[in-house]
């Protein structure tokens, strides 16, 4: 069996299919994603069409909408507020969620965006620790690109649905946004030796134009050390900075439900507004 993506056309819809998908359960998967549909009807019918076909190629589970792996593009947006979509958010997109139910899809990732006013200047709390925070080195991005590569390969590690990548591969999804963002709202904690011990990956929200956006985007966080206070200080160090720069909102995307970065959103003032799932079926059922 090939692990190269398919596309698969259909009763008026098109999809990619990646036959090996990351682990569920500790069972094989097949991963549906760019997936095109006009009608719940005809994509549930579809959607059952690819089912079984992952079910010969021999996937125990069928996880949709799924760009391959969680590195890429996944999720969808499943209820929330009238709030615009920020700048790489996964979409609402109704006729396909409701198609994914009817085709026995259920939801079996859940997770949070929240936001953040940032109207107020807020007290520092207390903090015994021997990290430093410094931005993102313009002048030699890439050896902070590296850095970013080896933390997120261990702090991930655990995460749902984690696949290991290199670094080539990881460094083709950072490093085209490296060249755009907003330096200072990239970080890296370092210990008193220099070495990195977690970084944030945060940018404007581009999706509001690139005049004067409002709010900043708190992306991504990883931590070598999980439960020992850098991640809540990256995030923390993250929000005075936006404040001074002059943005008026942060967005916490994307956070897992079982995440530490929700209890960190929590004790900036977090206001969840959009809620995602990531769906799956077994080929079983």
């Not at 069996?1 to 090996?20: D, N, V």
């Not at 591969?169 to 085209?176: H, T």
Request: glycine share 6%.
């Amino acid at each position: 069996m090939s692990a190269q993506p398919q596309i698969h056309e259909g009763f008026g819809c098109r999809a990619t299919l990646w036959p090996r998908g990351p682990a569920l359960n500790d069972e094989p998967t097949a991963a549906i994603g760019k997936i095109e549909v006009t009608s719940q009807s005809a994509a549930s019918k579809f959607l059952n069409s690819l089912v079984e076909k992952c079910r010969q190629q021999g996937a125990s589970w069928v996880l949709a909408p799924l760009d391959g792996d969680t590195w890429h593009t996944y999720r969808l947006a499943v209820s929330g507020s009238e709030r615009p979509f920020f700048a790489m958010e996964p979409p609402a997109h109704p006729v396909l969620e409701a198609a994914l139910h009817q085709a026995g899809f259920v939801e079996q990732l859940h997770y949070l965006s929240a936001e953040v006013a940032l109207n107020a200047e807020r007290t520092p709390r207390e903090r015994s620790t021997h990290l430093s925070i410094r931005a993102l080195n313009t002048r030699d991005a890439e050896a902070d690109l590296e850095r970013m590569y080896r933390i997120a390969s261990v702090a991930f590690k655990t995460a749902p649905l984690f696949t290991p990548i290199d670094f080539d591969a990881f460094a083709a999804l950072y490093r085209p946004a490296l060249a755009k963002v907003v330096p200072e709202l990239v970080l890296f904690a370092e210990d008193e030796r220099g070495e990195a011990a977690g970084f944030l990956f945060g940018f404007p929200d581009w999706a509001e134009g690139s005049a004067s956006p409002r709010a900043a985007i708190l992306k991504t966080y990883a931590v070598l050390t999980p439960g020992g206070g850098t991640g809540a200080l990256l995030a923390e160090t993250f929000t005075d900075r936006a404040r001074r720069l002059g943005f008026r909102t942060v967005i916490h995307a994307l956070m897992h439900e079982d995440n530490r970065s929700l209890r960190h959103s929590d004790s900036l003032g977090g206001s969840p507004f959009r809620r995602y799932a990531l769906f799956a079926r077994s080929t079983r059922a």
